[in-house]
């Protein structure tokens, strides 16, 4: 691998979720071996992955030709950050406020049957159509609804290590340490591989 980076100078794309003193490392040790280091995190699910529209938070030092040939196709949005890190700053920020969210999505979705009776149809059309909310409500209602975790967009394992990287960036926050009880439980009750939708299932709370 060493010889690889001094020989080619390739450009490094590091596409995962990681914690920002990994990132800043990661930075260092292939700029120092000669590569081009490009830290690249990704948000979009499958659906974004399989169509080629991901969104990429992202750093690098040096532009090449190379990344904007690995960026063309898989991304359909950038936002690059002026400062090795910041990507894996921003994005555990993003998941973790995401996380809670959607967390929030299956405690409230939940009340609407029990409180509504036979017009809850009502209410999820309200609630799918109208605000704010309605962009995730519609895409998420049907997957609790149905109980559908098991072909995963995003695995709820997946979730529990951004929480915990999240938990280490900003300190003991209510809403972290509640979401990630609720999503570990979801792990416990629909196994690590489960979409992370599971966490708004009647036994993730």
Same mark, same amino acid.
């Given at each position: 691998?060493?010889?690889?980076?001094?020989?080619? $100078? #390739?450009v490094c794309v590091e596409l995962s979720t990681i914690s920002p003193e990994w990132a800043e490392e990661w930075h260092q040790q292939i700029t120092c071996r000669g590569g081009i280091p490009v830290e690249c995190s990704v948000t979009g699910s499958r659906p974004a992955a399989t169509s080629g529209t991901l969104t990429a938070f992202l750093h690098t030092p040096v532009h090449d030709a190379r990344t904007e040939t690995v960026l063309a196709a898989i991304t359909s949005q950038r936002h690059e950050f002026s $400062? #090795?890190?910041?990507?894996?700053?921003?994005?555990l920020i993003f998941n973790a406020w995401g996380a809670a969210v959607l967390h929030s999505l299956g405690v409230f979705a939940r009340q609407l049957p029990t409180h509504l009776g036979e017009d809850y149809q009502v209410a999820a059309r309200a609630v799918t159509t109208t605000g704010w909310m309605a962009a995730i409500t519609a895409s998420k209602l049907p997957r609790l609804e149905r109980q559908d975790y098991k072909d995963p967009d995003f695995a709820v394992r997946h979730m529990v290590k951004d929480l915990e990287y999240a938990r280490e960036l900003l300190g003991p926050l209510p809403l972290i340490d509640l979401a990630?009880?609720?999503y570990a439980q979801a792990v416990a009750d629909h196994g690590a591989y489960a979409d992370f939708t599971a966490v708004g299932d009647r036994g993730a709370s």
């Open positions: 691998m060493t010889a690889a980076l001094a020989d080619h $100078r #390739p $400062r #090795p890190g910041n990507p894996a700053r921003f994005k990630i009880n609720a």
